[in-house]
């Protein structure tokens, strides 16, 4: 069947994307119960306010709605969350655990014994019940131990994750599931009762069975589903120690860091040890970044470099761990990499054909990233005596990684007055309200406020939003803890808590899911709850008012995070297995991808810019000049993604025969060598990069995404991104299809183009070489 697990996206645009085989669950994580309060005097009230005025967000919500009142006694029952009764303590989602294991047993045995026509005809219908019953605990439990402030809920929903995983993948290497869905397949006369859909749903269900290695003996199988656990556990290990570096501060004599830095404003910052004769320089947050900018040696800024992008030896292991586990799952399936595996079913098909698109890629921006590093490499010479370097493998040679922002000639000072000069336009309110105006321009569809239940969400900061389709009414909740909060991950991510599903015909008990009625066919669905967790920071403003104002690149954050939110909204199928976002990886990202040419194009910025004080709009001049400045690395920065993407492929390459020696730190320092853009031969960075287990050789996906959106951008939205049209060809073409459309198919049709809708070399061909990344 189709899984979802821990294979998820955390870009800086990030994306959040979990794939897994059996249960296919978003990158994107769903749960929960009964149609949320839609108010009409909310309707009325600015959208901007539940975002900017605090005082506004708590009115709404305490005007006895928040909570439910028992009739009887007047004591207040507080919901759980996402209004899931269960989830009002950790006890309780252990509960939910449970009672979701008892139904998943019983939707077990009647896929088990129900061998009548009628039970094979709803066959591939009870599937996905089992799987939707299994993907709204793991995923809950995903969404929570990543962003619940509370530990015990944490642990909790750790045990609980880890008892329901180990349950699917037990279901993954079940042999009478799949001989009976052979059997569905096969038999004509049932056929003929299935829609396209379904059959579709049971042709990918059948893939990922295969996947799995179904065929293996007992005890292979065995080693596969402990493998898939112990693969699981040391991801999440993982990930929770990327944001840590090797150590917490480093120190640098004081006469040697004075003499190399003369910035007064960062000296006052520092501390110093007991001696007092050297600086503790942390190797987190803004003062690093500080000292590097304004550090005139460069063999300490080198040092600085190193010590801010390094991690434990600990965290070296861990990644090693799990690149060894995934090698041995590849050899027990009988694949030669890790990679060949995991590319099975993606619109790219193999590792030769990733690799090809990667290294042409590079190739053909090598030219513009010498450009851009020129300036660079002239003012180090300049500024060391040296002649100047006009070769493009000798300015390739003298730029670092500790040199680039330092010898800038633009550096932070241009950027950065007229980030100050624009940041006032942008509270977190504008944009919100902003995205909801374009999203009514482009697709028909609005945000308005929600109200909130007691022990509806996890934090008071948390604000909600119903999203309205004009013409079907409310069609998804959205959950958005956005502000800054001690403790939380500075990586922003998107859950999908449960996706859209219509309502089976057996399902009774509706009580731990919202549901909606389509208001133009009346068929009742599950709606899809997605959680967008990011950490902006709320800053003073006049008259002591708290406000978050967003720099363009969490604009360009919280964009992409919505296109997700969107897909999942729009990919409304009858299936949750295809639903919205649950569609092959290098497909995902598309949506998402496509939200950040909105959010760099001026005339969406002019739209969503308000001064918070005056109300003025931006001035465009202004405007236009930062956004110049913003595109200054864009070459580089694109080159860098593809190499992460080609480490990625590079260490999921892996065989057997290199099981017991593989140095994870040597293929990256190698790999830098060989690229030798700003190349990285010092520090352990490779630990501290969790794409490696969130996407196990997938992370070419943000690239090739980006390739595809690149073209969809120039042929629909270029010259008005408000287009109705425009939106109506990528909502009706790409979105609503969810899973269930060819992905090929899906792009050959927004585009217009017919010959890419089988894929192969020459798609891949034309994607990536007629598209400016």
Wanted: hydrophobic share 35%; proline share 3%; net charge neutral.
């Amino acid at each position: 069947m189709r899984g979802s697990i821990a294979l998820k996206k955390i870009l800086n645009d990030s994306t959040s994307l979990y794939f897994q085989r059996f249960f296919k669950t978003s990158p994107v994580r769903n749960i929960t119960r009964s149609n949320p309060l839609v108010s009409k005097d909310l309707k009325k009230q600015d959208l901007q306010k539940l975002f900017d005025d605090p005082k506004y967000f708590n009115s709404i919500n305490n005007t006895g709605l928040n909570s439910n009142t028992s009739e009887s006694t007047g004591n207040i029952i507080s919901t759980g969350l996402f209004k899931n009764p269960f989830l009002t303590s950790p006890k309780g989602l252990k509960e939910f655990t449970h009672y979701s294991l008892l139904n998943a047993s019983n939707i077990l045995q009647q896929l088990k014994n129900d061998d009548t026509f009628n039970g094979l005809a709803n066959y591939i219908i009870r599937l996905d019940q089992l799987s939707d019953t299994l993907c709204r605990v793991i995923d809950l439990c995903e969404f929570i131990r990543s962003c619940h402030p509370e530990k015990s809920f944490v642990q909790a929903a750790q045990e609980c994750h880890e008892h329901m995983y180990a349950f699917m993948n037990t279901l993954n290497t079940d042999i009478a599931l799949c001989d009976r869905l052979r059997t569905v397949l096969d038999n004509k006369e049932v056929l003929k009762r299935l829609t396209d859909e379904e059959i579709k749903v049971g042709k990918l269900l059948l893939e990922d069975f295969e996947k799995s290695g179904i065929q293996m003996s007992p005890e292979i199988r065995d080693r596969f589903i402990s493998l898939s656990q112990d693969i699981s556990l040391a991801g999440q290990d993982f990930l929770n120690n990327t944001s840590y570096t090797e150590k917490d501060y480093i120190k640098i004599k004081c006469d040697e860091f004075d003499k190399a830095c003369d910035y007064p404003a960062l000296k006052y910052k520092l501390s110093k040890d007991l001696s007092g004769k050297y600086y503790k320089i942390p190797t987190y947050g803004k003062i690093p970044y500080t000292a590097l900018l304004k550090c005139k040696d460069e063999e300490l800024r080198k040092k600085l470099w190193v010590a801010f992008h390094s991690c434990s030896n600990k965290q070296i292991e861990r990644l090693t761990k799990i690149i060894k586990h995934r090698i041995e799952l590849a050899k027990l399936l009988s694949k030669s990499s890790y990679s060949e595996y995991t590319l099975e079913g993606k619109m790219a098909k193999g590792p030769k054909e990733v690799n090809n698109f990667l290294n042409a890629l590079l190739k053909s921006i090598l030219p513009e990233v010498t450009k851009e590093l020129e300036p660079i490499s002239n003012k180090k010479c300049l500024s060391e005596g040296f002649s100047l370097e006009t070769s493009e493998q000798s300015i390739l040679n003298n730029i670092k990684p500790w040199d680039r922002d330092y010898y800038n000639p633009i550096q932070a000072t241009s950027e950065g007055a007229y980030q100050m000069l624009i940041m006032e336009y942008f509270t977190l309110g504008n944009i919100i309200h902003g995205l909801s105006n374009l999203f009514n321009s482009i697709y028909g569809i609005r945000f308005e406020p929600g109200k909130i239940e007691d022990g509806e969400t996890w934090s008071k900061d948390v604000r909600k939003l119903n999203v309205i389709s004009e013409d079907e009414g409310l069609i998804g909740v959205i959950y958005c803890d956005l502000f800054e909060r001690e403790g939380k991950s500075e990586s922003p991510s998107h859950y999908t808590i449960c996706c859209s599903r219509e309502i089976y015909s057996e399902e009774h008990d509706l009580s731990t899911i919202q549901t909606g009625v389509n208001n133009k066919t009346g068929k009742n669905f599950q709606l899809p709850i997605v959680s967008l967790v990011c950490n902006f920071q709320v800053t003073n403003a006049k008259e002591s008012r708290r406000i978050c104002f967003l720099q363009h690149h969490e604009i360009e954050t919280l964009f992409h995070e919505m296109g997700h939110a969107m897909h999942s909204m729009l990919g409304r199928t009858r299936f949750q297995t295809i639903s919205g976002t649950r569609c092959v990886s290098d497909f995902v990202e598309i949506p998402s991808i496509l939200m950040e040419f909105f959010a760099n194009n001026p005339k969406v910025l002019i739209d969503i810019s308000r001064h918070y004080d005056s109300g003025e709009s931006i001035d465009i001049e202004v405007l236009n000049k930062y956004l110049e400045n913003t595109k200054q690395f864009k070459a580089c920065e694109t080159y860098s993604q593809g190499k992460m993407a080609l480490l990625d492929q590079r260490l999921h390459a892996e065989n057997a025969n290199s099981l017991d020696n593989i140095d994870v730190v040597e293929i990256y320092h190698n790999l830098e060598k060989e690229l030798s853009v700003l190349p990285d031969t010092e520090s352990n960075w490779c630990g501290r990069f969790g794409h490696l287990y969130g996407y196990g050789a997938l992370y070419y996906c943000y690239l090739f995404d980006r390739a595809i959106a690149t073209k969809i951008w120039e042929s629909l939205f270029q010259n008005d991104p408000f287009s109705r049209k425009g939106g109506n060809i990528f909502k009706e073409q790409l979105l609503k299809w969810g899973g269930s459309k060819d992905p090929w198919k899906c792009v050959a049709d927004v585009l217009g183009e017919p010959k890419l809708q089988f894929g192969g070399p020459e798609a891949m061909e034309y994607i990536g070489n007629s598209s400016k990344l």
